[in-house]
């Protein structure tokens, strides 16, 4: 099993930005893709907002959803084991408790397939 950590949360005015970092531990193969997917208030655990492929062997692939495709920006650094999302130009809409996670289902947007997940870090945007 891999093991995820995020970290990076916090308070932010609206307009700020933030940068999550997750770390990912375990033994990866190649066609392992980190997801990250985000809690809001009230709400379930199922709000799909970008993807990224691990390995890199066949190239490099991103998937955003399209609330989010604008601000957000997902990277990895596969030597160092760690994932990121930039996000900017952030809204009072996009507090959640943001959760990274891993699969290797090309579902990737489908919170359902993914068996790794992070604690979650909290990402709250005042007006």
């Known amino acids: 099993q891999v093991q995820l950590v995020e970290s990076g949360g916090g308070l932010v005015q609206a307009g700020g930005s933030l940068r999550l970092p997750c770390a990912a531990s375990g033994v990866i193969y190649n066609d392992y893709a980190v997801g990250w997917f985000r809690q809001a208030p009230g709400k379930e655990r199922d709000d799909f907002v970008a993807a990224i492929n691990w390995g890199g062997w066949s190239g490099t692939w991103t998937e955003y959803a399209d609330s989010v495709k604008v601000q957000f920006t997902i990277s990895r650094d596969y030597f160092k084991g760690t994932e990121m999302m930039q996000m900017n130009s952030l809204k009072p809409t996009n507090t959640a408790i943001y959760y990274c996670?891993?699969?290797?289902?090309?579902?990737?947007?489908?919170?359902?397939?993914?068996?790794?997940w992070g604690q979650g870090t909290q990402v709250t945007v005042s007006s």
């Open positions: 996670a891993g699969t290797y289902s090309t579902d990737r947007t489908n919170w359902t397939v993914y068996n790794d």
